[in-house]
C-alpha cells in the first residue's frame, strides 16, 4: 500500500528554472494539499484541491501553480524558482473530516 | 497571521513523566483538531485528533484535551518513551473549507 507518493525526492535548481512536483495517491482520496515546511515556521499550505478539477489557494501560493487533472494526482509547479522557495514540499491527501496522510517529502534546493 | 500556534518551540521531559504540548488557535470556525508527529527526514504521521463537540479523546497513551472556550488544545503523552522524540504538529480545520492550518511545531525530546 503505497499511500501517497512524491516524485522527486530532492531537486537542486538555479534561480529563473521552471520544476514540476508531482504528487500521487492510492486511496481514492477527495481532497489533497501541498505544505511547505520551513525552520520556525512549521507546515504552511501552499494550495489544496477538493477534488478533480479544482483547486484553491492555501497561506502561501505566491509564486505557485497547481493542477488536479485526475483524481489521484497533483501537481505543484514553479515557473521561475527563486532562493525563498528552498524549502522541503510535503503532499497530503484525505477524505472529508478525516485525517490527511502525507507523503515522505521533496527537499528543494534553489541557488 | 497565524491561526494556530504553539509557543513552545522545545520541551524536554524525563523517561516515564508525562508530556504535556500545548496548542492555541485563533479562529472560531475550527471544529476538527489533530496532532500529528514528525521525525526527521520523514513526512508527518497522524496520531490523534478531537471533534469540537468533545472535550477529550483517548488512544492510548495519548489524550487530547480540547478547551473550546479558551480556544485551546493540549496532547498528554503518559508514560512518556524515548521513541516519543519527534516534533509534534497541532492542526485545525472547519469543515466548510477542508483546509489543515498547522501550528510550528513542539520538538520533544524525551530524556532516557
Known amino acids: 500500500n503505497a499511500g501517497v507518493t512524491q516524485t522527486p525526492k530532492f531537486r537542486v535548481l538555479k534561480t529563473g528554472q521552471s520544476m514540476t512536483l508531482l504528487c500521487a495517491q492510492d486511496m481514492n482520496h477527495e481532497y489533497m494539499y501541498w505544505y511547505r515546511q520551513d525552520p520556525g515556521m512549521g507546515l504552511r499550505l501552499i494550495h489544496y484541491?477538493?477534488?478533480?478539477?479544482?483547486?484553491a489557494k492555501g497561506e502561501v501560493p505566491d509564486g505557485y501553480n497547481v493542477s488536479r487533472l485526475k483524481k489521484q494526482n497533483f501537481l505543484l509547479g514553479l515557473e521561475s524558482a527563486a532562493p525563498s522557495q528552498t524549502s522541503v514540499y510535503f503532499c497530503?491527501?484525505?477524505?472529508?473530516?478525516?485525517?490527511?496522510?502525507f507523503g515522505q517529502g521533496t527537499r528543494l534546493t534553489v541557488v | 497571521d497565524q491561526q494556530v500556534k504553539q509557543n513552545s518551540p522545545s520541551l524536554s521531559v524525563q523517561e516515564g513523566r508525562i508530556s504535556i504540548l500545548n496548542c492555541d488557535y485563533t479562529n472560531s470556525m475550527f471544529d476538527y483538531f489533530l496532532w500529528y508527529k514528525k521525525y526527521p527526514a520523514e513526512g508527518p504521521t497522524f496520531l490523534i485528533s478531537?471533534?469540537?463537540?468533545?472535550d477529550k479523546n483517548e488512544d492510548g497513551r495519548f489524550t487530547v484535551f480540547l478547551n473550546k472556550s479558551a480556544k485551546h488544545l493540549s496532547l498528554h503523552i503518559v508514560p512518556s518513551q524515548p521513541g516519543d522524540s519527534a516534533v509534534y504538529f497541532c492542526a485545525a480545520s472547519d469543515v466548510g473549507t477542508y483546509k489543515y492550518i498547522f501550528g510550528t511545531g513542539t520538538r520533544l525530546k524525551v530524556l532516557a
Open positions: 478531537i471533534s469540537s463537540i468533545k
Open positions: 484541491s477538493v477534488g478533480e478539477g479544482t483547486t
Open positions: 497530503a491527501s484525505s477524505k472529508e473530516n478525516t485525517e490527511a496522510f
